[in-house]
Every structure is written in structure tokens, then in C-alpha cells.
């Protein structure tokens, strides 16, 4: 996936157009057999439209938006609700078994691609684009100007409001060395922002056709908006401005860590990134881990 990347400029533009054509396909196929009348997609259409923002206050307001649709059509039940709470909870292990697969960390080697595009569907990733910013991540950690969510002396919430024009602009400086400055880049890199964007509100069709417009409201959008909430939050209390990357298991953190692999053993994965679960890092002089 990574050599094909850098050696075809307009791989992960080509994966995003494949995906949205197949998408449509299959949205297409839901529509029809799940009986969804036009006026549901157009009444939901603002939302998905405002969920595609870099602004988080956008996303907020689109998954307000579609809670408040739920409740104009009288569309909420008791079990809605727990769909909600199960939006939040599932997102731990979605994101530990996507970031894992981003590693090659699962066994066996094969399910690493088709785990990740599963949960990269359901967080709305590209599954090789969450790999190579990954990789940039781990390639310049905490570097002020290439790293997609360097640190800094932020507020948690400036952090957040602001995780996804830094990642953009990251891969961009990473996209731009390796294949130049040139008018043809600056050609793919549109035509890749375009094919994404594509990809992404093909994926929410699916979701909103395959859950219908409660669950879609009540659990999925729950879990796209603690996704971005935590992934921020993640981000932010273990890289540290002073402290560096840091090993988190104290209080709420090892409840998530008993649910994510050991998620938020943030400094042993950086020294043994292949390990599905960086509790087994045992060593920290020589970063041994258990087999």
C-alpha cells in the first residue's frame, strides 16, 4: 500500500473514486430494497453536507441537526438512546483495531486490510490514507510543522477545532516532497480532496441507508462525533509539549485500555509500533515485548 502510494501519485485518488463508485452501487441497492421515499435522503442531506467539514463546530451542529429531525418526526424510542451510549463505547475498540491494522498488527497478516477498511468505513477513513498519515505521524512525532497533530501549547479545545486542517496541511508538506511542486501535483491533490470528500458522503448514504434515519441519528452520528471528540483528546493527553509521549493507565484510562488493547500505552507503542497491544512492552531499555 505505502509503495504504491509513493510511487503513483494519484493512488489514493484512484482508491477514494473505486470506493464511491462501489458505495453507489451498493447505496443504490439499499435504497431500493429498504424503501427509503427521496424525502428522508433530502430532509438528511444538510447533515451529511456539515458532517464533511473540517470545522468541528460544523459536526456538532450536523449531528444536532439530524437529533433534531429524530425528534420532529417523533422517530426516537428507549432503545435509541442505548444505540447512543453504544455509539460512544464501540468507538475504542473501532479505533484500536483500526490504528492496529494501520501496523500490520493483527494475526493473521491478512485480516489487517480488510479490518482496516472495515473500520476505516465505519469512522470514515480511507483505510490507506489513515496508513500514511501514520506513518508521517511516527516519522516526525511532535514536530511543530510535519507531524499531522504536533502538540503544541494549545487548549484541548483549540486542539480539536483544529486537528483537521493540521493533518491536511501535513500531508500536503509530505505529498508535495514526495512528488514536487509542480501544476501536476497541485492537480492531484484537488482531484484527491474531491475523490475523498466523494468517498466520505458515500459512506454516510450507507450508513443512513443500511440504519435507517433513528440508528443513523442516534448511534452512528453519536460515534463519528465522540470519534473525533476522543482521537483529539487521545491525541492531546499523550503527546505532551514537556513531558513527550507519555503511558497513560490511571482512573477512566484503564477502562478504556482494558477495552482498546491497551490504546493509551501511548509511549510503548512508539518504541514497538507493531504490537497489537502495547502492555506486552516490557522492557523499556531494549523495548522488548511479550509474546
Known amino acids: 500500500m505505502l509503495t504504491r502510494f509513493c510511487t503513483d501519485q494519484n493512488y489514493l485518488s484512484k482508491y477514494h473514486e473505486r470506493m464511491a463508485l462501489l458505495l453507489f452501487a451498493i447505496n443504490t441497492v439499499l435504497f431500493i430494497v429498504r424503501d427509503f421515499s427521496f424525502s428522508d435522503v433530502v430532509w438528511y442531506l444538510p447533515c451529511f453536507f456539515l458532517v464533511l467539514s473540517p470545522q468541528v463546530t460544523f459536526v456538532f451542529a450536523g449531528w444536532i441537526f439530524a ?81 499531522p497533530h504536533p502538540p503544541l501549547a494549545k487548549t484541548y479545545w483549540n486542539f480539536l477545532n483544529g486537528m483537521r486542517d493540521t493533518a491536511a496541511a501535513a500531508f ?25 470528500k466523494l468517498d466520505t458522503l458515500m459512506k454516510l448514504g450507507f450508513w443512513f441507508l443500511l440504519l435507517g434515519p433513528s440508528y443513523f441519528s442516534a448511534f452512528y452520528l453519536t460515534s463519528i462525533v465522540f470519534k473525533m471528540v476522543h482521537y483529539a483528546w487521545f491525541n492531546f493527553a499523550t503527546h505532551r ?51
Open 67 to 147: 437529533a433534531a429531525l429524530g425528534l420532529y418526526f417523533d422517530r426516537f424510542e428507549q432503545v435509541h438512546f442505548l444505540g447512543a451510549l453504544a455509539g460512544i463505547l464501540i468507538t475504542f475498540p473501532a479505533t484500536a483495531l483500526l490504528h492496529g491494522a494501520s501496523h500490520g498488527s493483527l494475526r493473521p497478516r491478512r485480516l489487517n486490510r480488510p479490518v482496516g477498511e472495515l473500520m476505516g468505513l465505519f469512522q470514515l477513513y480511507g483505510f490507506p490514507d489513515w496508513k500514511v498519515l501514520h506513518v508521517i505521524h511516527h516519522a516526525h512525532s511532535d514536530d511543530p510543522d510535519r507531524d
Open 172 to 196: 500536503i508538506k509530505y505529498y508535495v516532497k514526495q512528488f514536487g511542486a509542480t501544476p501536476d501535483v497541485a492537480r492531484s491533490v484537488r482531484r484527491f480532496s474531491r475523490s475523498a
Open 241 to 291: 509539549p514537556r513531558e513527550g509521549v507519555l503511558n497513560l493507565n490511571h482512573g477512566l484510562y484503564s477502562l478504556v485500555n482494558a477495552v482498546s488493547f491497551g490504546l493509551y500505552y501511548h509511549k510503548n507503542h512508539h518504541r514497538v509500533p507493531t504490537v497489537l497491544d502495547p502492555r506486552r512492552v516490557v522492557n523499556e531499555a531494549t523495548a522488548q515485548h511479550v509474546a
